[in-house]
């Protein structure tokens, strides 16, 4: 088979170990070709392609980010965009397409399913929210990432007695947020499912702080918003492709502590630093595991499936299922981290 590959939306780590495995099985135990598409479908819409085989791939576990490059440009933004596809499907001789990408190349991936291309989706993105898997590769690289500074955080603001607002990513879901308050001690941590009210997140911090001379880290989701009516913040840009620019609401959470506590409060945004470097362990063997379930989801021609984590088991779930609905913070994990709250 002629197979191709493309990444598509933000990156994250564990990309090129997918495109290995991929690589690695389609090669060694089908004998097929593979080729990669440049900067996820627009890649595809150009015809642009780079070749890919087990010797191109050597080096690549470990190795952040993904060699094949990556955006967020889609077939449906042009008018022309699926009769593009269809010519390079023609021109490459494609026999299939494994898609490695979140909820928006995913979803573009569905359409294209439907208009009858051979496709098959694989899941990523370090905010872990595509829906049918219980966890997609590159988030448990950005909670060590989380964990890792806010556990540098504590030392510092104890020295200070500070408070510190720590906002790491999740644009609709609070798990990288919950994972990392957990595993860092956060005293309290805000997520898009629960609008939070900032009086009430300041009477917390001033019950902790009046037993004694303790320093607090809250941690907040770039995506999480004040319960309506109770704080204005500043609607957030959109980039080229009218996504919104999230990124800042720990700048006003910090503003508004300060100033109804008193408490001298600092701010670390941790941003793209969550999404870059050297995949963990565990997100290695997950890209891996993926990788592999792709081709064979290719071979037995299971056009329109999603490899997913089940059980611990990679399944095939269908992509129309997956992208239907977001995977949200489940209750049980939320009111574990809320146990902890002052
Ligand atoms: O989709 C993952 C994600 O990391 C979000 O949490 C974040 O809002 C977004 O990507 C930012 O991506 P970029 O800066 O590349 O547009």
């Not at 070749?51 to 191109?56: C, F, K, N, S, V």
């Not at 952040?64 to 008018?79: A, E, I, K």
């Not at 593009?84 to 928006?104: K, M, N, S």
């Not at 990788?291 to 088991?313: F, R």
Request: hydrophobic share 40%; proline share 4%.
């Amino acid at each position: 088979m002629r197979v191709g590959v493309l990444t598509g939306g933000g990156d994250c780590p564990g990309l090129n170990a997918v495109i290995r495995a991929v690589v690695r099985k389609a090669e060694k135990v089908h004998g097929d070709e593979v080729v990669g598409f440049l900067d996820g479908w627009r890649g595809v819409l150009d015809n642009d392609t780079m070749p890919l085989d087990i010797q191109t791939c050597r080096g690549l576990l470990p190795r952040g980010g993904t060699v094949l490059g990556t955006s967020r440009y889609q077939p449906f933004m042009y008018d022309d965009g699926i009769d593009r596809v269809r010519a390079t499907f023609a021109e490459q001789r494609l026999d299939a397409l494994v898609c490695i990408g979140g909820e928006g190349t995913l979803s573009c991936t569905n359409e294209i399913h439907k208009l009858g291309f051979p496709v098959v989706g694989v899941p990523k993105t370090i905010d872990n929210d595509v829906g049918g898997t219980e966890m997609t590769f590159g988030f448990d690289t950005a909670v060590h990432i989380a964990t890792a500074a806010i556990d540098r955080l504590h030392t510092t603001a104890e020295s200070h007695d500070r408070i510190i607002v720590v906002e790491v990513m999740g644009r609709h879901v609070g798990h990288i947020a919950t994972w990392a308050g957990i595993a860092g001690g956060a005293t309290m941590t805000l997520i898009p499912e629960e609008p939070f009210d900032i009086e009430s997140v300041c009477a917390a911090l001033v019950r902790r702080h009046e037993k004694g001379k303790y320093a607090s880290i809250v941690v907040v989701a770039e995506g999480a918003r004040p319960a309506e009516g109770t704080l204005d913040i500043p609607e957030p840009g959109v980039d080229q492709y009218g996504h919104k620019r999230l990124g800042g609401i720990a700048n006003v959470v910090a503003g508004e502590i300060e100033q109804r506590t008193g408490y001298e409060t600092r701010v670390t945004i941790l941003g793209h630093v969550q999404r870059g470097g050297t995949p963990t362990a565990h997100d290695r063997v997950l890209s891996t595991r993926y990788g592999i379930a792709a081709i064979d989801a290719v071979h037995d021609e299971d056009w329109g499936a999603m490899v997913a984590l089940d059980s611990g088991k990679i399944v095939r779930k269908r992509l129309k299922d997956c992208v239907a609905e977001l995977k949200y913070v489940d209750q049980g994990l939320w009111s574990a981290a809320k146990n902890f709250f002052p």
